[in-house]
């Protein structure tokens, strides 16, 4: 009899202590949440990407870390990241912010504009002679050349000749054109009023072209030699003619 009721007790005191336990256990956690630093959600990446790359939902996850930690610019939504363009280097567990990413219309992404095997040959405006602005960045444009008599190389007379053909256009930059108005001064006489910038299409500063390394060589001394016009085409017509060269017919 004393032996169950020592047994018993034993038990009691077990149960007792057990419940103790989880009650303390309980009270500190309660503890530690009431001084836990709060935390927020932030992009981070998972796959090692190089500059100029489109970010897809697989390079990038939702971190928590300490709200005092998180980093100026850091990116807390992956839709701000996912379908954009790496501005850089990323680095696996690199906390994304919002310079590492940029959108696919951006300077920084137009790289991936150019056709895998071309260049880009940009032309400044003197060469450009013709349609002007109305080219636009998606186009397709053949390219004239003129040569003089010195140059021609055909017995001293000048000759045009069609260089490139259906040449895809990635790029054109046409700042407005800068007028000057008319002013009369008090004294009656006509002067000149400072500039204003107009909204109408002025000429167009540069057009950059696709262009194989082969064709690059060919527009390169079409414009030390020559003179260059470009031939704006419908975009159905994506054909390549064979165009005699034109001379003087004596």
């Known amino acids: 009899m004393a032996k169950r009721t020592q047994l018993l007790l034993l038990m009691v005191a077990i149960l007792l202590g057990l419940v103790a336990a989880w009650l303390v256990s ?4 309660k503890v530690k949440q009431a001084h836990a630093e709060p935390t927020v959600s932030v992009v981070t990446v998972t796959h090692q990407l190089g500059g100029h790359q489109v970010v897809l939902a697989q390079d990038v996850k939702v971190t928590q870390i300490p709200a005092p ?8 939504n992956p839709n701000k990241v996912i379908g954009h363009y790496t ?37 400044a405006d003197d060469p450009i002679i013709g349609v002007d602005h109305l080219i636009s960045a998606g186009d397709h444009v053949d390219v004239l050349v003129t040569y003089g008599k010195a140059d021609s190389g055909n017995k001293g007379q000048p000759v045009a000749k ?32 400072s500039g204003s910038a107009s909204s109408s299409p002025g000429g167009v500063d540069s057009i950059t072209l696709a262009l194989s390394p082969v064709d690059a060589q060919k527009l390169d001394y079409a414009r030390t030699f020559g003179q260059v016009q470009l031939i704006l085409r419908n975009p159905k ?14």
């Open 69 to 76: 930690a998180l980093p100026a610019g850091a990116v807390t």
């Open 162 to 193: 069609t260089v490139l053909q259906n040449v895809l256009v990635l790029y054109v930059d046409n700042p407005p054109v800068v007028q000057t108005t008319a002013s009369v001064s008090s004294s009656g006489k006509s002067g000149t009023g």
């Open 26 to 29: 309980g009270m500190l956690n």
């Open 87 to 123: 501005a850089g280097d990323w680095f696996v567990g690199q906390t994304v912010l919002a310079d590492m990413v940029t959108s696919s219309a951006s300077n920084a992404a137009f790289p991936l504009t150019i056709p895998v095997g071309d260049r880009a040959y940009t032309l």
């Open 237 to 250: 017509d994506t054909g390549i003619n064979t165009v005699a060269p034109t001379t003087h017919q004596p």
